[in-house]
């Protein structure tokens, strides 16, 4: 958690450098460029990076020949998606990417095998529970993209250049990390495809990949929406709305995050009971968090951005009201892929994407980024209450013993 703190804390400071020297058309343009990308690797991950912490926990093949085939895949995927983005280039920069040139648009699309690589290499991480390793790597795409974003303070006629830069060499590094730390582990990373491995990776993974793609949609598509029917200063706000918003998201995710490997290795019972102990407390944790930043985020972000930034508030008061609802659903989904079956957060995922698509929809034409805040919120809820839904049915679990009037407490977790 502490890692992703310090991750988003660098995003926000980069933003926040571009705001001004570049006002809100440029923290829009750079959002564009930092979340496209990093959506469209996710897109194409095959669930890789859901099947690898099951596979090398769960000790089912050899921590080397997942490494190995983990490079290969990356490698093909990752040309795949550079050959796509050269193919689809005008149409990305007419449609979301108007106020870059041609040149930029096309070095953009080079990050997104380095994301690509980045994640899958980083699950290995996670199964072999190196978690400082992991976080490390995170934490390296923003602080090196920050530290290449900096100078746009005292060049702002760069901002352009200065932002593509950003995004390539952020990634680039974390690429590098990843693979000098399974090197370090005696797992050097060389490409080589083992059948049964990816066999398994694919199988497994793709049963999660479906609800991961939904997933990103639901937290991502109010901001390709509006790339397509606002103007970029919108999305400049509304940017800085979710980011203040999703201040709280490492919480959950942080716990996902660590919960895929560590369930993988519990019998049943033990992974009921530490799902139902965790599920109570993070969603109270959160609960109160939330409380804190609603009170203070407002006057926060007017101070720390300016009054051309006054549009965001009402936004991100709006969002938290999904945030606090979505509290606890970082543990829910570590327990679904440790049990091996992620399918389960796809059936969420579906649920909460059904809700965006219509609610932005709707809501987004006549309301703008107020409209986009007001289909987030709502998406984040029906999530949450599906997967609480869900997580009772399979587990067997009463909603009495879930919210603590039950048989399961800290000690029996």
């Known amino acids: ?72 895949l990356g490698l093909l995927m990752g040309g795949l998606a550079a050959a796509g983005w050269v193919l689809a280039a005008d149409v990305v920069r007419a449609r979301l990417l108007g106020a870059l040139s041609p040149g ?57 250049a200065l932002v593509v830069a950003a995004a390539l060499v952020g990634p680039a590094a974390s690429v590098a990390l990843a693979l000098a730390l399974l090197a370090r582990r005696g797992l050097p990373p060389r490409p080589r495809v083992h059948a049964a491995v990816a066999r398994e990776a694919f199988r497994l993974g793709l049963k999660g990949h479906v609800g991961r793609m939904a997933n990103m949609l639901t937290w991502r598509l109010d901001v390709l929406i509006l790339s397509a029917l606002a103007s970029v200063e919108v999305v400049g706000c509304y940017a800085v709305a979710s980011k203040a918003a999703e201040l709280l998201r490492p919480l959950s995710a942080s716990l996902s995050f660590v919960l895929r490997p560590v369930i993988a290795g519990l019998t049943p019972a033990e992974a009921r009971a530490r799902g139902v102990v965790l599920y109570r407390r993070t969603f109270v944790l959160n609960l109160a968090a939330v409380a804190v930043l609603a009170a203070t985020g407002g006057p926060l972000i007017r101070l720390v951005f ?76 029906a999530k949450a209450v599906t997967f609480t839904a869900i997580f009772l049915v399979t587990s067997k679990t009463t909603l009495a013993q879930l919210v603590g009037v039950g048989e399961y407490t800290a000690d029996a977790a």
């Open 1 to 72: 958690m502490a890692a992703t703190f310090a991750g988003s804390g660098a995003a926000a400071l980069a933003a926040l450098a571009v705001a001004h020297a570049a006002g809100a058309a440029g923290a829009g343009t750079f959002a564009q460029v930092r979340i496209i990308p990093a959506a469209a690797a996710a897109m194409l991950g095959a669930g890789i990076t859901i099947a690898n912490p099951y596979l090398v926990a769960s000790g089912r093949h050899p921590a080397r020949a997942i490494v190995e085939t983990t490079l290969a």
């Open 104 to 160: 930029a648009v096309a070095l953009v699309g080079l990050a997104i095998p380095l994301h690509l690589l980045r994640n899958y290499l980083n699950s290995i991480q996670q199964g072999l529970l190196t978690f400082r390793a992991a976080n490390l790597v995170v934490c390296t795409d923003d602080l090196v993209s920050l530290v290449a974003i900096l100078p746009v303070v005292w060049m702002p006629e760069r901002t352009e």
């Open 306 to 381: 300016g009054p051309e930034f006054d549009a965001a508030v009402p936004a991100f008061q709006i969002l938290l009201v999904g945030i606090a609802a979505h509290g606890a659903d970082g543990v829910l989904s570590g327990y679904n892929v440790g049990i091996g079956r992620p399918e389960l957060n796809t059936y969420t995922a579906l649920a909460g994407l059904a809700v965006t698509i219509a609610g932005d929809l709707a809501l987004i034409p006549p309301f703008g980024l107020v409209g986009a805040a007001l289909a987030s919120s709502a998406a984040y809820t």
